[in-house]
């Protein structure tokens, strides 16, 4: 708590949930809304509230939309028989930044977790089993974090989906784009080897 009113103390708080703001980082960026309300704290209030009104889950793949359908599932283009598996929205929003895969997504809404007690009922893997006949899908890019629960959870996801007739894929792993060996660590260098090509 701080010297401010009640109100202001309740904004701290609440900005200081988000990912990435602690107590301090919240109080200065509640000062400078403060000091901004004209331009700023009155348009990002109505902004969240109609975006606290509006945004939905994709009743397809997960995405936030403001429809029960996101644009990518509803754009007849995006069908190109491949889908694309992510953790969570973010990481489908990085895909799309990149702008290299013109096909659509499925988010699954976090990986198995043994120790969070998150199995495959709380994913969205049996919509993603659904999909495969529904939408004459060809391919399934397995695009989930190298961490322990994510591998988990695509070499369970390959395995759901062995029968189907999917071609199932992962991305690659390695070395980055303008990435210097001294600075990446075992596992990546490991995994860049294993995947290495003809040059």
């Known amino acids: 708590m701080s010297d401010a ?11 200081a949930r988000l990912p990435g703001l602690g107590p301090r980082s919240a109080r200065r960026a509640v000062l ?4 901004k309300r004209a331009v700023l704290m ?3 209030a109505e902004a969240m509230a109609a975006v606290a009104r509006s945004a939905r889950e994709c009743v397809n793949c997960g995405n936030i939309s403001t429809a029960s359908l996101c644009p990518i599932c509803s754009a007849e283009k995006r069908a190109t028989g491949e889908i694309c598996v992510v953790e969570d929205v973010a990481d489908l929003w990085a895909m799309e930044r990149a ?41 399934v890019i397995l695009a989930l974090n190298a961490t322990v629960d994510g591998q988990t959870t695509a070499h369970y996801i390959a ?10 894929t992962s991305l690659a792993q390695g070395v980055p784009i303008g990435g210097e060996l001294d600075y990446l660590d ?10 290495r090509k003809r040059f």
């Open 5 to 15: 009113p009640p109100e202001i103390d309740v904004l701290i708080e609440m900005l």
């Open 32 to 35: 400078h809304l403060i000091k």
């Open 42 to 44: 009155a348009p990002l």
């Open 99 to 139: 702008g290299s895969f013109r096909g659509r997504y499925h988010v699954l809404g976090g990986t198995l977790s043994a120790l969070d007690a998150v199995g495959p009922e709380e994913l969205r893997i049996p919509r993603l089993v659904d999909r495969i006949p529904a939408e004459h899908v060809t391919e």
């Open 159 to 168: 395995e759901a989906l062995e029968g189907t007739g999917v071609t199932v």
């Open 186 to 195: 075992d596992g990546t260098i490991s995994a860049a080897l294993r995947a």
